[in-house]
């Protein structure tokens, strides 16, 4: 068996391609959040558990009405993006003239009553969701095996992020988001009707994470609390990469997606807490975050 | 100020005669969480910081009394004294990343921070893993004094909430902490005037850290127990709610936020989930219509602050 600095190259690779699986995720999670922080000033803490309603979602299509996983993929984040609109209609839209805290705690407060309700109903052993049939098996790369539904969620997430990043930077619609960050009076008085893309970002936000928990249900189980303890990797991700950037949100997940594995084959007892190392170090040297500038 | 100091001593007389009626350990719980509220509500109320990983040095520090009273045989007073001071240093190094940013972003590092401490002390030997340190000794204060009597543990927590409490009021009117409420209210113009406002905050963090450690230390006493509820960012959580019930930015707030979510996660323990659910739903409501918190509310009622 080939070796690299002492880890067999089968372990290395798995790990690293448990690590890109794992940014992707960071890297769908922290985009919208950057999107929904861009327009809204609020980090959405909700954002979690909206990923596990993603997965819920798609897991009750499966079993209960026989939709597909491809289906799923477009269903649930419409579903769960219409439960993000009602959110910001009823109670996040009375909040944006008061201090930006008060949004954080009420995402807060949200993702604790939408966690506990599935708990109640769920418990917190996880439900399997499987593969879908055009996606099982793998592929044999001589070096390592690779699992097709792996492979799917890696380029998914990426066409995803790179496709957000298109319509936000390139298109005239995303022009109007992004005017709309810097001076939302202004691009209201030209007759943009800021409020409803307000709501429709955030919806749009939620709508990402909860794709990202569709992808996420044939990799880990759907549980209630599968959102609960990555929402707070995310922030770190999020802070490390500053959230000026698109594109610096998407780079820093990925990237941090393969340092974590890399760390699980060098240094596993650090492999928890290799983010939050880096989140510490990145704040000494670049306190705005990597692709950021303080606003 | 009148009503300030009528309002203080109702406060200790209730909880001075409250044993008569109420279960003690339940009073107990209700001060070192009260103290924890009261030390978060410092750095939130007067600083304008919030931090989402309070529990990292409530919890921490609990480990440390634990450990130090049941490994190596330390006095309660001095158990209590190591958990202060880890909690402190804990404090000066999380604060010396954290106020880099403000706002959401001090939120966002703290809270990260909070979990790899979580992390830590889920792996680190000394703390038990999952089981936590359990039968963790009470001991003998300075001694001679058994703190096994309910009487002898309740007059403790009773001196160090108080004390902690008094520590915290008197730093908020002190010219300190006016300069505090300067940096909440505008940061640049206490810059302009000639503050230091990365010291003054980094203080009142550490500050903050080391009384929140004492509450945790403390706590860790009286139960008899460390575990990783503590640190878990659930209580973080629930810290914060504890204080924007009470009410924010209010002296006697925290106290009264303590008791009444204390006494809401007694009475539905037995729901199991849906004490989460109502946390939230009390998140949501307070954030939405009652922002004041009942203090605050109260205060405005009387036109008095309190």
Redo the contacts between chains.
Sequence with gaps: MTEIFGVPTQALFGQLLIGLINGSFYALLSLGLAVI?GLL???NFTHGAQYMMGAFVAYFLLNQFGVSYWWALLVAPILVGATGVVIERT?LA??YK?D???G???T??????????F??EYGSAGLPYQIPAQLQGGQNLGFMFLPNYRAWVIVASLAVCLGTWFVIERTKLGAYLRAATENPALVQAFGVNVPRMITLTYGFGVALAALAGVMAAPIYQVSPQMGA?LI??V??V??IGGMGSILGAIVTGFGLGVIEGLTKVFYP?AS??V???I??IV??MR?AGLFGTVR | MMHQRIALLAMVAFFVLAPAVIYPLFLMKVMCFALFACAFNLLIGYGGL?S?GHAMFFGFAGYVSAHAAKVWGFNPEFAILGAVGAAALLGLAAGL??I??Q???F???T???A??VY??C??APFTGGEDGIQAVPRGMLFGFIDLRQVFNMYALVLAVFLGGFLLIARVIHSPFGQVLKAIRENEPRALSLGYDTDRYKLLAFVLSAALAGLAGGTKSLVFQLASLTDVH?SMS?EV?LMT?VGGLGTVLGPVVGALVIVAMANYLAQL??????V??????I???TF?RGIVGELGHWLKKPL
Aim: proline fraction near 1%; include cysteine.
């Design positions: 922080f000033n609020i980090i109670m009375r909040l008061l930006h805290l008060y954080l705690l009420l807060f407060g949200l993702a604790l009553i939408i966690q506990g309700l708990r109640h303890d707070i990797v922030f770190a999020v802070v007892e928890n807490t983010i939050f190392i989140m510490a704040l000494m306190p | 919030l989402f990343i954290a880099r940013r706002g959401i972003y939120a966002m590092i809270l990260a921070l979990q790899m992390f830590f889920l792996q960012w959580g914060v924007l199991g989930a849906w004490v989460t659910v946390q939230g739903i009390i998140f949501v307070c954030v939405l922002r």
